[in-house]
Structures are given as structure tokens and as C-alpha cells.
């Protein structure tokens, strides 16, 4: 019966540490969606292969 009461609490813990991981990882996931659009803005303005009038390589 203990080793049921043990399994129990590691197991809980193991899920309460891995909702703790991901809540972290989910809030910053906006600011790296907003870095990462930056630098792809940053990469389209200075590329020269880029055509500004349509926005494609060409």
C-alpha cells in the first residue's frame, strides 16, 4: 500500500513539474512569434533578390 502512495505522489509531481515547463513555454511563445517576424521583415527589406513591387523572388 505504501509503494502505491509513493507512485501516486511521484507521479504527481512529475505532471505538476511538466504543467509548470509548459505554462512557462506558452507565455513567452508571443514574443517569439514577434522576434521571429522581425527578423524575417528585417531579412525581406535588405534582401536585393526581393522585387518591393510584388513582394517575390524574381
Given amino acids: 500500500m505504501d509503494s502505491i502512495i509513493l507512485w501516486l505522489l511521484a507521479a504527481s509531481g512529475v505532471l505538476s513539474i511538466f504543467l509548470f515547463v509548459a ?3 506558452l507565455d513567452q511563445l508571443p514574443e517569439i512569434i514577434t522576434a521571429w517576424r522581425k527578423v524575417q521583415q528585417t531579412y525581406q527589406s535588405t534582401d536585393p533578390r526581393v522585387d ?3 513582394g517575390t523572388d524574381g
Fill in 23 to 25: 505554462r512557462g513555454l
Fill in 52 to 54: 518591393e513591387s510584388t
